[in-house]
């Protein structure tokens, strides 16, 4: 293929290849709605838009418009812009525990520059994940859990260093008990805890409220900063992201995907106290040329302005709708369980919804790989990977509903 002469391995993103379910990736031309169109013209009803963040559709008609209109007026200056300040107000407005916010052009990079603001606020320099939690792929976070009571991290990658990978302690997702055990512990020396309040990357694990919970009271405890990365959940679950949903509030919220509108954009914001230890005004060094981008902010704004209360609230009874009757054409069928949070939902190929990582894990991915063809061939799109959430958007319909769960039916 063409690809791969000029691009490593064909693409700009792993998961893009195909690698896990195999056969050649398909190459995307436009996008419309809840459809993509391939190069071939072949429509594709979209499950996975663009990994979510696409919330009202594809090429969604007043994002366009602003786009367009933006870019007439230049597509990046360098420098301070309202647009900027526009947009952080657009997100107080859900999120007010972002008292101040700084953008990036990715999600990686917010949470980056988020964990090196812990690391600077609080002077340790220790870290603690959970297991199936992504984060972007910055050094310190591609690390899984180390053999050895899950005390030392180890490197996910190759290049990431023995001793970066040291610094981050990987736990199991949705366990007080192994938190509370390390945190009695290590907390005292743990600049932070970042996790994923909804998890959204190893296929769709909510978050127990106790364990959310158990992680606000013992970072408050050991004054270390707790992380929700909404990166997927901020504007996804309902207005306010999964810390509104929980009614829980983290110090440091990242956000991504929706806020840009389809654009590339990241940012994270906390009280200010905190956010004040970044340069200019503090010691905690973060930059970017197109952070803020001129194109971002517009399409990001657009889309926010758009959102209510009412927007969610059909979305979310459209998705429950549509979930209840894929749950009843899988039931007692082929081992397989629907999980699913407002627009967000994964249809894992094991017999129960799985907690955690391991859990999920034990999927049959060979049953997968069928069916995510046998679903590609009638032209629905879902994540090319069995541990990956698939998205509806406000543009999905009764038609595009009724034609998913036909194949579903075949499967
Ligand atoms: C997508 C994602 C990221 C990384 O964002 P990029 O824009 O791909 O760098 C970080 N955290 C979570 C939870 C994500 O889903």
């Known amino acids: 293929m063409e690809a791969k002469k000029h691009l490593a391995g064909g693409v700009n993103s792993p998961v893009r290849a195909f690698k896990a379910v195999g056969g050649e990736p398909i190459f995307m031309e436009r996008a419309a709605g809840p459809f993509l169109y391939d190069i071939q013209g072949k429509k594709y009803i979209d499950y996975c838009l663009s990994w979510g963040a696409i919330l009202l559709g594809h090429a969604e008609k007043s994002v366009i418009r602003s786009i367009q209109s933006q870019a007439a007026k230049g597509t990046s200056f360098g420098t301070a812009t309202e647009y900027e300040t526009a947009l952080a107000k657009e997100i107080k407005k859900a999120f007010p525990g972002m008292e101040r916010i700084r953008f990036t052009s990715s999600g990686t990079e917010a949470v980056m520059s988020a964990v090196r603001l812990a690391r600077g606020v609080t002077q340790r320099s220790r870290i603690v994940k959970f297991e199936g939690c992504y984060h972007g792929h910055s050094d310190s976070l591609l690390v899984k859990a180390g053999s050895g009571l899950a005390t030392f991290g180890s490197p996910d990658s190759a290049g990431v260093p023995q001793g970066l990978a040291k610094l981050t302690t990987v736990l199991p997702y949705n366990d007080e008990k192994a938190f509370r055990n390390f945190f009695m512990k290590h907390g005292g020396e743990t600049a932070c805890v970042l996790v994923e309040p909804m998890a959204g990357n190893m296929g769709l694990i909510p978050a127990k409220k106790e364990f959310l919970s158990a992680l606000k009271a013992w970072t408050r405890k050991k004054k270390s900063l707790l992380i929700f990365d909404e990166v997927i959940s901020g504007f996804r679950v309902c ?12 110090d440091i919220t990242i956000l991504g995907k929706i806020i840009g509108g389809g654009l590339p954009v990241g940012a994270f914001g906390a009280q200010k106290k905190i956010m004040d230890a970044l340069s200019p005004s503090g010691r905690v060094y973060q930059a970017g040329t197109l952070s803020g981008n001129p194109l971002a902010m517009a399409a990001g704004l657009s889309v926010l302005r758009m959102l209510s209360e009412e927007l969610y609230e059909k979305l979310n009874q459209k998705s429950a709708l549509f979930f209840e009757k894929a749950k009843f054409i899988f039931k007692n069928k082929g081992k397989m369980s629907l999980q699913s949070a407002g627009s ?8 129960r919804p799985p907690q955690n990582f391991r859990e999920a894990a034990r999927s049959d991915q060979k049953k997968f790989r069928k069916f995510f063809h046998h679903m590609l061939d009638l032209g629905v799109y879902v994540p090319p990977s069995a541990f990956e959430t698939s998205f509806i958007s406000a543009a999905h319909g009764e038609d595009e509903f009724k034609k998913t769960l036909k194949a579903c039916e075949k499967f």
């Open 239 to 250: 207005y306010g992201g999964a810390q509104h949903l929980y009614g829980i509030e983290p």
């Open 344 to 351: 967000m939902f994964t249809l894992f190929f094991n017999p």
